[in-house]
Every structure is written in C-alpha cells, then in structure tokens.
C-alpha cells in the first residue's frame, strides 16, 4: 500500500497541553507519527512517498477563510503582541449565554474576532488541548496536501492508500479549531472526492472520539455520510456533539449516524458497532470511503477507557475492505506511543487482505500487552 507521509509534522513541536486548567505533557506528539512511520518501513509491504503541494482552494472550500488567516497569522502576532509564552492557547472562549437575549442579527453585527491574539484564539478555538505554535501551520497545511495527495493516489486508481496525517483534524469544524485538530484532513478529502468524481462519499470515523468537526461540516449536505463509533460524549471529549440522535437536517437528514459506546466497550462490541457502521455505508451508492482512523480506541491509550486489542484492528480494516469499496485511510488520534506502530500495521494489512504477524522487534504481542 502507498502511504503519504511529509516531515513537516516535526515543526509542530509540542510537549505540553492543557487540561481543565493543568499543563500535563502533550499527548499528540511528534513522536506518534514518527513510530508509525518506522513501523510502515520495517513492515517492507508499504511505499512511502511525499505529498504534492494543492495549495489554499481545496481548504476554503471547507474552512472559513477567517480561521485560515488566524492559524497563518497566530504565532507572529503572539509575538508582536508580546506574549512569549511557549506555546498559544486562547485567554477567553464566547460561551453562548454570553449572548443570551441578543437577537441573530445583533449577534451578526456584534460577535467578532477581536484584535488581541488570546481572544482571537478564543474566536476560533474550541478548547486548550490544542496548543499552537511557531510550525504549526506549515505541518497543518502539510497534513492537508498528505490527505489530498492520498485521493489522488486512490482516484488515480489504487485500491487504497493511507495518509500519515499529523496533526490531526476530525475535531475542527467549518470556522473552528480544537482537540489537536487545525484543518479537518478528512472532510478536505471527502469534498474534494465529491468534486472530482460527482459521486456521493462516506466518512468512517473510528478515532475514540466523536468527528464534531466532520460531523459539522456535512450535517446538512446529502452529498456526504458521515458514520462514527465513538466514546458517549457524555463522558467524553467533545461533550457537546456526538449521541446518537444527532442525524442531519436538511438534504443532510438521515446522513449522519453516531454510534456511542460504553466505557469499557471490548472487541466484540466494537466489531459489532463496526458491522453497524458499514451497513450505513453499504446502503448509500459511491465508490469512495474516507477513513478517519485513531488508535485511541486500544486498551493502554492514555486518553480513551475502550480495551481493544491489536488483533481487533486488523479485523476491522478487513470489514471495511470487504466493503469492496476505495480507502482514503487517514489517521487522525492513539496517543499510547508503544503500540502505534504495530496498530496501524496490522489495520491497514488488514484491509489490504494481508494477515498480520507482530514484528518480533516491537517487543508486542497481539494480545495487547507491551514488553517492558
Ligand atoms: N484528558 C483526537 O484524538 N482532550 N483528539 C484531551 C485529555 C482533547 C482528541 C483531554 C482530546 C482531543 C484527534
Ligand atoms: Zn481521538
């Protein structure tokens, strides 16, 4: 399989996030994508290649222009604001009942992104977890030319391909970032499949968390069916979106379908919601599915509460292959760093109809348990 993997994911060099007020060391490191990479090569069977440039269009076709312009501009204007902190989150968020009484139109008129740069991160931002800093927009805009470059690998007629993005991108919406998301990677590429081949498309989200961002974008398009297996937000990162009776309004009604699990949720649950998920997409015409892919589902991540194995993964990416339809595989989140590589491995084997063997230098067994 061909994979898209660029360098300039090194640039957004993060080492601590924040969390209900705490600094703690960053989750969604350079690292992640780095022993994903090695265990691509080590593996033999995948051939590594750079993304193509595809500029700024295919983005504002997704994003707002005005969240493209803060993330170009955001550090520089920390600095010019004299801020030297050594990384920008937002000071203020503009908490709905700020507002309450105000007319739409009021709002309109009133509710605009201010000049100072905590505020402005406030403006477009969703949360602290996603920490911004001097590379992080060269390695987002990077992430989205290793998702577009990934479609036209699979429109130019592989079976499939995968994206090594980073940083990640399910959480951001139309006009917002969050959740170590900046550009969503995924709906980049969905709407960029529509485009070029008139055909209706599907996200498969199964990062652990809910895909708000994907789920925002297309939520009243029928064009796009977006599908999660996620954590229940009521106990989980994003909260605010991702039950089960959010399905779309408009031409969108019916095209968005949530499926939240329990704490705990094991393989058999999972493939269970996974045989779910791929009778939503089965259902629809198309020929293109877009995986959003996390590993944050595995029993030792240190951010998700689900005890999926390794085994797991490569029979899931053997289900969706058996979809019979083309994979533009993107990884989005999995923070346990150990088992990454040897995760991702035995997902996209799988849905290449490959077995899967541990490699005996990742010091990891299948079973799920991690030497040393
Ligand atoms: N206790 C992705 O997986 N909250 N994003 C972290 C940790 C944010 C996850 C809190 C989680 C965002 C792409
Ligand atoms: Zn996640």
Redesign the pocket.
């Known amino acids: 399989m061909q994979v898209v993997y660029s360098p300039a994911h090194l640039g957004h060099d993060i080492d601590t996030?924040t969390?209900m007020g705490l600094g703690i060391p960053a989750?969604?490191v350079a690292e992640r994508a780095e022993k994903i990479r090695s265990a691509l090569e080590a593996d033999g069977g995948f051939d590594l290649t750079g993304p193509t440039d595809h500029g700024e269009d295919p983005i504002t076709a997704v994003h707002d222009p005005g969240l493209v312009r803060f993330l170009e501009e955001a550090w520089s204007e920390a600095r010019s604001q004299g801020i030297g902190r050594p990384f920008l989150a937002a000071d203020t968020y503009p908490n709905r009942a700020m507002f309450e009484g105000m007319s739409p139109e009021a709002m309109e008129r009133l509710v605009r992104e201010p000049r100072h740069v905590g505020g402005r991160a406030g403006f477009w931002g969703l949360?602290t977890?996603a920490p911004l800093v001097a590379g992080t927009y060269v390695a987002a805009r990077a992430a989205v030319d290793v998702a577009l470059t990934t479609v036209d690998l699979v429109l130019g007629g592989q079976t499939a391909a995968y994206g090594l993005c980073r940083p990640?991108g399910?959480?951001a919406a139309r006009a917002m970032y969050g959740?170590?998301?900046f550009f969503n990677n995924a709906a980049i590429a969905a709407h960029a499949i529509t485009q070029a081949t008139g055909e209706r498309v599907a996200i498969l989200d199964v990062?652990?968390?809910h895909g708000n961002g994907s789920q925002q974008i297309f939520w009243r398009r029928g064009d796009v069916r977006y599908v999660s297996i996620h954590a229940d937000p009521e106990r989980q990162?994003p909260f605010f979106l991702g039950r089960a009776d959010e399905t779309g309004e408009g031409e969108g009604a019916g095209e968005n379908l949530n499926i939240p699990l329990a704490a705990g949720a094991t393989n058999a649950d999972y493939l269970e919601a996974t045989d779910r998920a791929l009778e939503a997409i089965a259902a629809v015409p198309g020929s293109v599915v877009v995986v959003s892919l996390?590993f944050?589902t595995y029993g030792l991540d240190p951010?998700g509460d689900f005890a999926l194995t390794t085994d797991v993964y490569h029979e899931v990416g053997r289900r969706v292959a058996a979809l019979g339809r083309r994979l533009v595989i993107l990884q989005?989140?999995g923070y346990h760093r150990p088992s990454l590589g040897e995760n991702a491995r035995a997902w996209l084997r799988g849905a290449e109809g490959r077995d899967f063997d541990p490699l005996p230098s990742a010091g990891f067994s299948p079973g799920g348990a991690v030497a040393g």
Do not use: Q, T
């Open positions: 996030e969390v989750n969604e949360d977890a990640p399910h959480h959740g170590y998301c990062d652990y968390h990162y996390g944050d951010i989005e989140g």
